[in-house]
């Protein structure tokens, strides 16, 4: 699937359009198996990878959950977190899903 500046590539992807009587755009979408996400923007590629994954346009909101969630960047940024990963696109805002089993772990470049 591509949306401006964004590309899901998974196994198997189900899409859900909005309602009639609105435009023929794309309301939501979920991915699973071998889910990778690639948001491009000036100067910097971020990729998210997970088992499963769901897209939602109108909060521009990007959900990772299985396998083992983890979204990194071309500058050498990561977060990797088991319980899940929810990014913003809109805001740039990554919100880490609490995991009893495993911590989350977040490695990040200072200037």
């Keep these: 699937m591509n ?26 979408a979920f991915g699973d198996g071998s889910v990778e996400i690639v948001q491009t923007a000036p100067g910097i590629v971020r990729t998210g990878t997970a088992e499963h994954s769901e897209f939602y346009t109108a909060d521009q909101k990007v959900i990772l959950q ?8 071309n500058k050498g ?18 919100l880490v899903n609490r995991s009893d089993a ?4 977040s490695r990040i470049k200072r200037k």
Aim: hydrophobic content about 30%; charged content about 30%; overall charge neutral.
């Design 3 to 28: 949306r401006p500046n964004m590309r899901v590539k998974d196994r198997e992807i189900r899409a859900w359009m909005a309602d009639s009587g609105a435009d023929s755009r794309l309301e939501k």
């Design 66 to 73: 299985g396998g083992v969630p983890k979204f990194a960047d």
């Design 77 to 94: 940024q990561e977060t990797v977190g088991p319980g899940g990963l929810t990014y913003f696109v809109n805001d740039d805002r990554l």
């Design 102 to 105: 495993q911590p989350a772990t």
